[in-house]
């Protein structure tokens, strides 16, 4: 059943002799539940197309539906309720708030929704990230690796339809990298999340259910690796 779906979707930077064009006139569809692994080279158009999925970056042409409905139809704040409610974002940098513990970072999109939180949705997720005894914790206080836990749970929290993730173990060892990958292969599983990240790491992309190559802004490879 289909989540997503990206129709002639086109981002142009700048103008005149300074143009450039992120991405070039893509289309693809996302079913439910996918978990999909988005490659290519630095300056692909990768990242524009995460953003502009998640509502960060809007289009230049083109149409993104999600549930059926089109994402950029409606006005500024309709767009910040659908980041807040329909996707959750995971970046390499973590992007924690360093002033709240590691609590309030993850509940935080529920709170700015002005929503109620969940304790047993995330007592869950406490328990699941491993983070029990650190809850008080700043984000300075953590490791790297528990801080892309943190970034997880709080992209996690409001049980969004879809989670995206920029290169969320670029900046991860060896362990913890491989540690994060089961995480939100677990997330894809366990609540049935579709799952998008962008990658440069093969051994995450072969984990996927299909993978999507990017160059120049354009689709070059949409190939599924397993059903």
Do not use: W
Not at 52 to 59: A, E, T, Y
């Amino acid at each position: 059943m289909e989540i997503l779906r990206v129709e002639n979707l086109s981002k142009i930077y700048g103008k005149g002799e300074n143009e450039v064009k992120a991405l070039d006139n893509i289309s693809f569809s996302v079913n439910r539940g996918e978990f999909i692994a988005i490659i290519g080279p630095s300056g692909s158009g990768k990242s524009t197309l995460l953003h502009i999925l998640g509502g960060v970056d809007k289009p230049t042409s083109g149409k993104v539906f999600m549930d059926g409905c089109d994402v950029y139809a409606g006005d500024d704040e309709s767009l910040a309720i659908f980041r807040r409610r329909q996707v959750g974002l995971i970046y390499q940098f973590y992007n924690l708030i360093p002033v709240l513990n590691v609590t309030e970072n993850i509940t935080l999109p529920v709170l700015m929704d002005c929503q109620k939180v969940n304790e047993e949705r995330l007592k869950e997720l406490i328990s699941i990230l491993k983070l029990e005894g650190r809850e008080n914790h700043l984000p300075n206080q953590l490791s790297g690796g528990q801080q892309q836990r943190v970034s997880i749970g709080r992209a996690l929290m409001n049980a969004p339809a879809v989670v995206l993730a920029d290169e969320p173990t670029g900046n991860l060892d060896s362990k913890n990298s491989k540690e994060i990958v089961e995480l939100l292969k677990m997330s894809n599983q366990k609540y049935n999340q579709t799952l998008i990240v962008i990658t440069h790491d093969e051994s995450i992309a072969l984990q996927a259910d299909r993978i999507i190559a990017i160059e120049d802004g354009k689709i070059t490879r949409d190939e599924v690796i397993r059903r």
